[in-house]
Nanobody, 114 residues
Framework: VQLQASGGGLVRAGGSLRLSCAASGSIFSINAMGWYRRAPGKQRELVAA???????NYADSVKGRFTISRDNAKNTVYLQMNSLQTEDTAVYYC?????????WGQGTQVTVSS
C-alpha cells in the first residue's frame, strides 16, 4: 500500500490550500492519520493528527487555521489550510499509523509567498 499526497503548491499569504492523501489499498487497524511538515533547516513536526477515537491534535501554530478530516471508506486524509502564513512553507507528509505498519506519503511542497 502506498500513500499519494496531492494539493500542494504556491499561494500568497492569507490564501488557502487543501491537501489530500489517499492510500492505494485498504489499511486495517488504523490508529491515527496525520500530517507532518519539514521546513528548510528545521526538524519534521506534527501538524495535525486524527485518531481512531475521532480525537484530533493540532500544532499550536496551526490551531484555528488548519482542519484535518478523513474519509475512512477511502482511507483518505485531508488537510484544509486557511490563512496561510510564510512560516507554513514546508514539505508536507501524510502518515497513517496502523498496528502493522507506519505508512508515509512522498511529500508535497507548500510554498507561501509574502
Amino acid at each position: 500500500v502506498q500513500l499519494q499526497a496531492s494539493g500542494g503548491g504556491l499561494v500568497r499569504a492569507g490564501g488557502s490550500l487543501r491537501l489530500s492523501c489517499a492510500a492505494s489499498g485498504s489499511i486495517f487497524s488504523i490508529n491515527a492519520m496525520g500530517w507532518y511538515r519539514r521546513a528548510p533547516g528545521k526538524q519534521r513536526e506534527l501538524v495535525a493528527a486524527i485518531f481512531s477515537d475521532d480525537s484530533i491534535n493540532y500544532a499550536d501554530s496551526v490551531k484555528g487555521r488548519f482542519t484535518i478530516s478523513r474519509d475512512n471508506a477511502k482511507n483518505t486524509v485531508y488537510l484544509q489550510m486557511n490563512s496561510l502564513q510564510t512560516e507554513d512553507t514546508a514539505v508536507y507528509y501524510c502518515n497513517i499509523d496502523s498496528d502493522w505498519y507506519d505508512y508515509w506519503g512522498q511529500g508535497t511542497q507548500v510554498t507561501v509567498s509574502s
